[in-house]
């Protein structure tokens, strides 16, 4: 299990990173994606490498392939950020039915207990009771 998640490590969190950026932001474009995702993935390794030499410690056996992937993934999603904004956009009439904001029609604001603010403080506040209850 610990090889599957150093290899889910090193290239689903940066393949992940990418994607949310193609699919929520009109701005990615294939420069800043493919650049990105190389970037991802050698801070995932680069992670590692550090680990195995020693210069890094971890109190269990998993903790470094978490810390492994959460460094994969920024690295991709600066670099993908970056590049992008410093390349020109992809043209608009290309992402037609790709990016979520283009496909979600306009709706009238819910009532105060289905708006997302009110739902993900009331999941926090049950995440906190149960950890504390729990642990």
């Known amino acids: 299990m610990d090889y599957m998640q150093l290899i889910a490590s090193f ?8 994607f949310l950026l ?26 590692y490498l550090a680990y195995r030499a020693g210069l890094l410690h971890y109190p269990t056996a998993m903790a470094p392939n978490f810390c492994g992937a959460i460094c994969g993934w920024s690295a991709s999603i600066i670099v993908t950020i970056t590049l992008s ?5 992809p043209p608009q009439e ?3 039915g790709l990016v979520y904001a283009d ?10 207990y289905g708006r997302p603010v009110f739902q993900g ?4 506040v049950a995440v906190a009771v149960l950890n504390w209850t729990f642990f």
């Open 11 to 18: 290239f689903v969190s940066p393949l992940f990173a990418t």
């Open 22 to 47: 193609g699919m929520f932001w009109r701005r990615t474009n294939k420069t800043g994606a493919f650049y990105g995702m190389i970037a991802g993935i050698a801070g995932s390794i680069g992670h």
């Open 85 to 89: 904004l410093l390349t020109p956009p």
């Open 94 to 96: 290309s992402l037609a």
């Open 103 to 112: 496909r979600i029609p306009a709706a009238p604001m819910p009532r105060w």
């Open 121 to 124: 403080a009331g999941i926090l």
